[in-house]
């Protein structure tokens, strides 16, 4: 494929061939109002040195690691990747490789998917993985509406502990679908509040995350338990894939159906992405999984191959039944955290999951010995509230002017928790770090 523009002549024999006099009347069906008409504001070309800095100038706007300390997760999470997550994924026969069209012509690309697939099952306690999907956010919206396809009931329970961004995702999802989604509120400790399935019936799915948006570890077993008394399907949502290598998996807990968000996998923090949704569930719903399944199988000499099992994407069947979010770049993560998985080990995670949760009980026991409040009673793993005196958002441009960047404040997205912070500590930040920052919003 080339990537040069048509010339005018070429441009003309088209429009011949299809019957139009001009590029416009190519358009004629979309609605005047909805053309942009006017020249585009573009800058000035500039040299690629000119270009070069310029960018670079806007990457220094950003506040990263590990020029500052981040002590800000909430969805996306610094953790150290291995090198040779970095050396193998740019390998050629994997960084070029594209989605499989003619998927059984890719043998290594199917293998690599599969054993993705595999990784991801047994890290979720699930049977049955899906090939990855964009990110944590849609692949939860996949998963609400996959359980609406597998009940017939047309509305769902979510948590208000879901990240709010997510939660968004999913409003966006269902509004032209004319399916409702209810909201659950959470309780003083912090943790979802189960009640109010109490008064409701005929739903499809209950979605809670785990650890919460709060960094509060929610009670599985108990949510399942509400779902299935009302047959309804129990969807175990995340966004710190790492937390599984110290909780118990969602799948061991009774969940139908494990999905989130696995940067933590492999893939550096990048502003906007890309992410990666990684979505397990039951076999018995197999066939109603959103995206695509990649399976094993022997070739007619007996030899072990991979095939491209279960395809629901837009290009397999008609778009409108369509239901995945997949690309080329996903794929390309996918490996990143197959890759991670295979490099770190199951002890690795392991050791990884508790370094996390220790190095944060550390930081909001100091902070609580300083005199800050702590809200939420209940276990975390690696995130926290902390409640900072009435104005501290001056303190902390301060100390962002210090390259310390103080976790996120949440009252944009509860209200009611003004001068609450989100604070998250990973292996990446030494003692050093937090002792410091437990020194600054405390001097």
């Known amino acids: 494929m080339r990537y040069l523009p048509h010339t005018s002549e070429e441009i003309a024999s088209m429009l011949e061939a299809v019957g139009v006099d001009d590029l416009d009347s190519l358009f004629s069906t979309v609605p005047e109002e909805c053309r942009f008409s006017a020249d585009l504001d573009l800058p000035e070309p500039l040299t690629e040195w000119d270009l070069n800095a310029h ?13 500052y300390k981040v002590f800000m997760g909430a969805g996306s999470y610094e953790h150290f990747v291995p090198a040779s997550v970095f050396y193998l994924l740019g390998r050629s026969e994997f960084v070029t490789s594209y989605t499989p069209y003619q998927p059984e012509m890719s043998q290594g690309t199917l293998q ?80 979802t509040d189960l009640t109010d399935l109490d008064n409701m019936e005929d739903f499809a799915a209950v979605a809670v995350q785990s650890p919460n948006f709060f960094g509060c570890i929610e009670n599985f077993q ?110 390309l993560c996918a490996l990143a955290a197959a890759m991670y998985m295979a490099s770190v080990g199951g002890t690795g995670i392991r050791e990884l999951a508790r370094l996390n949760h220790d190095k944060a009980e550390y930081l909001k026991r100091e902070l609580k010995n300083a005199g800050l409040a702590i809200t939420f009673d209940d276990p975390t793993f690696n995130e926290f509230v902390v409640e900072f005196p009435a104005g501290f958002q001056a303190a902390y441009e301060r100390l962002l002017e210090k390259k310390i960047v103080a976790g996120l404040h949440l009252a944009p997205y509860y209200p009611e928790l003004a001068n609450h912070y989100l604070l998250c500590v990973t292996e990446t930040r030494s003692k050093e770090d937090m002792d410091s920052l437990v020194r600054e919003v405390t001097s």
């Open 112 to 191: 690599a998917i599969y054993e993705y697939q595999t990784l991801t099952a047994r890290l979720l306690g699930m049977e049955i993985a899906t090939a990855s999907h964009y990110d944590g956010a849609t692949a939860l919206a996949e998963s609400l509406l996959m359980a609406i396809r597998v009940t017939k009931r047309k509305r769902v329970a979510v948590s208000r502990l879901i990240h709010p961004l997510y939660r968004r995702v999913v409003h966006t999802y269902f509004e032209p679908t004319g399916y409702e989604v209810v909201e659950l509120g959470y309780l003083e400790n912090g943790v």
């Open 222 to 331: 108990a949510v399942g338990e509400k779902a299935h008394d009302r047959q309804a399907l129990f969807i175990a949502s995340f966004t710190e894939a790492l937390s599984y290598g110290l909780l118990k998996s969602p799948g061991s807990q009774g969940a139908d159906i494990a999905c989130g968000e696995g940067q933590s996998m492999g893939i550096p923090q990048t502003f906007g992405g890309p992410a990666l949704g990684m979505l397990a569930s039951r076999k018995k719903y197999m066939r109603s999984l959103p995206g695509r399944l990649v399976g094993q199988t022997k070739d007619l000499d007996g030899k072990r191959g991979f095939v491209l099992t279960l395809a629901t994407r837009e290009q397999h069947i008609r778009r409108e039944k369509a239901t995945s979010n997949i690309c080329t770049n996903n794929s």
């Open 55 to 67: 960018m670079q100038a806007l990457a220094n706007n950003m506040a990263v690691s590990p020029e």
